[in-house]
């Protein structure tokens, strides 16, 4: 069976610093790999996803995530966050198939001034 | 174009009480999702719809919830009776096809059962 760990609940950090919220992920076979973003009173948002490819992939606001099949992480980095970026951050894997999402418990990203 | 819209966005009902949500998909999107978001917690799928077909509802207690998607557009889901721990937030999300199309997520349902 898949799972996903996110092994941050809160990461705490000043604006302009930088981020890495980190993810690992079990799984016997092959799979794809997702982040969404949560904030305030808003649904999930897609932030980007790694199908097939480079394995390193981007955002449009500036985030990062990087495939690394041999430690099964796609760890989630930005060089220097917004007081805007604070949200929860959702890791998710999926089989593709019938598009089942499996999701972490999440990561609260709160970014002060 | 118009996200997936979800109503009621909060409920409050006492346990052993039933109660319905509804979900209207982005218009096209031939999938529908349903998931369970407790607190502290992930989502976690409780079934999909391909059209008004159900594909997968193997995490769904079906001795309690129901689903349905009839003319495969608009979809309910339905507890009775509610339990305490069915305090959550339910999300509707949806995709054009399976695969690997990105989901689109409504607001959430936060229900709470006292």
């Known amino acids: 069976a898949q799972s996903v760990t996110q092994l941050d609940s809160q990461v705490p950090v000043f604006e302009e610093a930088p981020v890495e919220l980190r993810c690992n992920y079990s799984s016997s076979v092959s799979v794809y790999l997702f982040w969404y973003v949560q904030y305030p009173n808003q649904g999930l948002q897609l932030l980007l996803k790694y199908l097939s490819g480079s394995t390193l992939v981007e955002s449009i606001n500036g985030f990062e995530a990087e495939f690394n099949k041999s430690q099964t992480s796609f760890h989630l980095r930005k060089p220097s966050v917004h007081i805007s970026d604070t949200a929860e951050y959702f890791c998710?894997?999926?089989?593709?198939?019938?598009?089942?999402?499996?999701f972490g418990a999440g990561t609260r990203l709160a970014v002060h001034p | 174009e118009a996200g997936v819209a979800q109503s009621p966005r909060y409920k409050i009902i006492e346990k052993r009480q039933s109660v319905a949500f509804w979900c209207n998909p982005i218009s096209g999107h031939a999938t529908l999702y349903w998931y369970q978001q407790i607190l502290g917690q992930g989502p976690k799928l409780l079934i999909q719809f391909q059209n008004n077909g159900v594909v997968d509802d193997s995490q769904l207690p079906k001795d309690r919830f129901s689903a349905e998607r009839l003319k495969g557009v608009d979809s309910t889901l339905k507890i009775q009776p509610a339990k305490l721990e069915d305090s959550a937030v339910y999300l509707c999300a949806s995709s054009l096809g399976q695969g690997t199309d990105t989901q689109y997520f409504g607001p959430g349902t936060r229900l709470t059962v006292l």
């Open positions: 998710a894997v999926s089989l593709g198939g019938y598009n089942k999402l499996i």
